[in-house]
């Protein structure tokens, strides 16, 4: 995803971003295990309920994620448009997400060169909301909290 949103030359920074951002959530689920009593206190663990905050802070984050992106970030994916032959929506996005300074047809050009296709056509407004996907979609996330 990360090369579909982000010019050749700066995927090393954001690459680092992004895992630096991965380390920061670790380390936000230490400092909140830090409220949790000791694994030798049975008693105190089962008063506590501080377990659920750690249990359920991931998708917290997980939804504010997909609420963003089915109100704020509507659109689809560079690459997603130019699976399905939306240039010219493919070429609006470039110019969103790319400097100024970038010519959007090379970035396409580029792009063109290095997707693969597979994309299943759906977006994930279409997945959460459409009648066609809804059931299975919301199924699958409710077979995440249960596994």
Known sequence: MLDETV???????????????????IAVAIVLALVLPESTDVEAMKVDGN????????????????FLFLTCFREDSIVFNIANGNDEDAILLIKKVYAKTEDP???????KSTSQKGSSNVTIGQATCDRKY??????AFALCFFQ
Do not use: D, M
Not at 51 to 66: A, D, E, K, V
Not at 134 to 139: C, D, F, I, L, R
């Open 7 to 25: 010019p050749a030359y700066l995927s090393s920074s954001f690459g680092t971003a992004t895992n630096t951002l991965l380390a920061g959530g």
């Open 51 to 66: 377990w659920r905050i750690i249990y359920g802070f991931p998708y917290l984050c997980q939804f504010l994620t997909n």
């Open 105 to 111: 047809h090379a970035v396409l050009a580029t792009l």
């Open 134 to 139: 809804k059931k299975a979609t919301w199924v």
